[in-house]
Nanobody
């Protein structure tokens, strides 16, 4: 069992930046693929970014490519989402996700509770 706790959300103006962090419990974090999803009000939960267990492979949705960067620090059991050039349409609850074997674009085994990101125009 893995527990995921996100932090770093908040209110930011368009064009600004935020860094989200997700800390995972347990000793097997370094073997998990990790990622981020987001859900805006009234919409489905959508994929944002994924990173392999060793950080060598990353994958992004077209909506955030070139603006967001996912990274991880296995020594700290933490995955990050660096968000630059934020737009009002990035406003959503952001969820951390983990998969025991595959990139999270394939499926998710564990979810965090979410952190709100609000971008004002």
């Amino acid at each position: 069992q893995v527990q995921l706790v996100e932090s770093g959300g908040g209110l930011v103006q368009a064009g600004g930046s935020l860094r989200l962090a997700c800390v995972a419990s347990g000793q097997t974090f370094s073997s998990y693929a990790m990622g981020w999803f987001r859900q805006a009000p009234g919409k489905d939960r959508d994929f944002v970014a994924a990173i392999s267990w060793n950080g060598e492979t990353t994958y992004y949705s077209d909506h955030v490519k070139g603006r967001f960067t996912i990274s991880r620090d296995n020594a700290k059991n933490t995955v990050y989402l660096h968000m630059n050039s934020l737009k009002p349409e990035d406003t959503a609850v952001y969820y951390c996700a983990a998969n025991r074997r595959h990139l999270v674009v394939v499926g998710v085994d564990y979810w965090g509770q979410g952190t709100q990101v609000t971008v004002s125009s």
